[in-house]
């Protein structure tokens, strides 16, 4: 059984930061790669960080480059987004997603496995 978990999210104020993890589980890491995708209230989900199979290189949406980070640890099967310098408009519930072919990283019909998803609130 295939399962992406996210966790971490919570209420922070702006300028604060938190840090997502997705665990997976039920297939071979090593063969996806990953991403954070989020969605807010009445808007369409939105590509934010994506990762190569090895962790070398990423991508990022331009609305949180320079303040996002993403990063994947393949002994323990976790991928993380470091999100510092948050704003009101971070706010959304974030997922994780998993695709093992070669698509588009930031076209969300490239992947296999969501996870349920993890919600971010940015707000005094």
């Known amino acids: 059984q295939v399962q992406l978990v996210e966790s971490g999210g919570g209420l922070v104020q702006p300028g604060g930061s938190l840090r997502l993890s997705c665990a997976v589980s039920?297939?071979?890491?090593?063969?996806?790669?990953m991403a954070w995708f989020r969605q807010a209230p009445r808007k369409e989900r939105e590509f934010v960080a994506g990762v190569d199979w090895r962790g070398t290189y990423q991508y990022y949406g331009d609305s949180v480059k320079g303040r996002f980070t993403i990063s994947r640890d393949n002994a323990k099967n976790l991928v993380v987004l470091q999100m510092n310098s948050l704003k009101p408009e971070d706010t959304a519930v974030y997922y994780c997603?998993?695709?093992?072919?070669?698509?588009?990283?930031?076209?969300?019909?490239?992947?296999?496995?969501w996870g349920q998803g993890t919600q971010v609130t940015v707000s005094s």
């Open positions: 039920g297939i071979s890491f090593n063969n996806y790669r």
């Open positions: 997603g998993a695709t093992s072919g070669f698509g588009y990283l930031k076209s969300m019909s490239a992947y296999d496995y």
